[in-house]
C-alpha cells in the first residue's frame, strides 16, 4: 500500500453538485492532515486542516476517520472557482518525521 | 509580510552547470523545506531544515546540497546539473513540523 493515496481524476463535476473525495494513509502513526489546493502553475495553499473532530469551514467540510486510515473532503454548492488539484497531506510525527504530500485530485466544475 | 519569496523564477541551465535557487521566509519559521514538483509525481521532499544551521534529507536528496546559515534563508544547490533535475522547484516553511506549510511561488528549472 502507498504511503498516501488519491484518485488522481479528473473529477468533472457539474456547478452546484457536491463531490466528495479521499485520502487514504498507510502509517497508523500518523497525526496530522491537511488539505491543500493548488491552482495550475501555482504554489500550494491550505485549505483546511483536518482534526479528528472533523472541520467544516463554510461550504467545504473535512473528516478524519482514524480506523479504516482515510480523510475526506467534501465541497457542498460548487463553483467554477473551486476547479484546482487538492492535495492530501499527512505528517507522521515520529522518529522518522516523515511529511507526505499526495499527488492530488483535480477537480474540475463545468458551467 | 512577503511570506515566502523565491529567486529566481525561471533558469535555464546546460547540463553541467551549476546554480543556487535561494529561499527567504519572513515569519520566524523553524522549519523550512525543499521540494520538486513532476508531472504525475507529485511534490516530493528534497532536503529540509529544522532550524538555523541544520539540515536534513528528504525523499529525493541526490544531486542536491543545501545550506540554511541563517534562519530566514535556505538554499538549495545543484553542483552539476542533469537533465533529470527539470522540474519545479517550491519552498515552503512552517513553525512546527505538525503545522500548516506556507509555500512560495516556485522556481521552473529547466536542463538542457
Known amino acids: 500500500r502507498k504511503e498516501v493515496e488519491q484518485d488522481p481524476g479528473p473529477f468533472n463535476v457539474p456547478e452546484g453538485a457536491t463531490v466528495a473525495f479521499n485520502c487514504t494513509y498507510s502509517?497508523?502513526?500518523?497525526?496530522?492532515f491537511f488539505w491543500y489546493r493548488q491552482d495550475c502553475r501555482k504554489e500550494p495553499k491550505l485549505l483546511m486542516s483536518?482534526?479528528?473532530s472533523g472541520n467544516e469551514d463554510g461550504r467545504f467540510t473535512a473528516q478524519l476517520n482514524r480506523a479504516s486510515q482515510y480523510i475526506s473532503l467534501l465541497i457542498r454548492d460548487s463553483k467554477l472557482s473551486d476547479s484546482a488539484t487538492y492535495l492530501c497531506?499527512?505528517?507522521?510525527?515520529?522518529?522518522?518525521?516523515?511529511?507526505?504530500f499526495g499527488k492530488g485530485t483535480r477537480l474540475h466544475i463545468l458551467p | 509580510n512577503a511570506g515566502v519569496t523565491q529567486t529566481p523564477k525561471f533558469r535555464v541551465l546546460k547540463t553541467g552547470q551549476s546554480m543556487t535557487l535561494l529561499c527567504a521566509q519572513d515569519m520566524n519559521h523553524e522549519y523550512m523545506y525543499w521540494y520538486r514538483q513532476d508531472p504525475g509525481m507529485g511534490l516530493r521532499l528534497i532536503h529540509y531544515?529544522?532550524?538555523?544551521?541544520?539540515?536534513a534529507k528528504g525523499e529525493v536528496p541526490d544531486g542536491y546540497n543545501v545550506s540554511r546559515l541563517k534562519k530566514q534563508n535556505f538554499l538549495l544547490g545543484l553542483e552539476s546539473a542533469a537533465p533529470s533535475q527539470t522540474s519545479v522547484y517550491f519552498c515552503?516553511?512552517?513553525?512546527?513540523?505538525?503545522?500548516?506549510?506556507?509555500f512560495g511561488p516556485g522556481t521552473r528549472l529547466t536542463v538542457l
Open positions: 502509517n497508523s502513526a500518523s497525526q496530522s
Open positions: 483536518v482534526y479528528s
Open positions: 515552503a516553511s512552517s513553525y512546527l513540523l505538525a503545522n500548516e506549510q506556507f
Open positions: 497531506v499527512v505528517n507522521a510525527l515520529n522518529r522518522d518525521d516523515k511529511i507526505i
Open positions: 531544515s529544522v532550524g538555523e544551521g541544520t539540515t
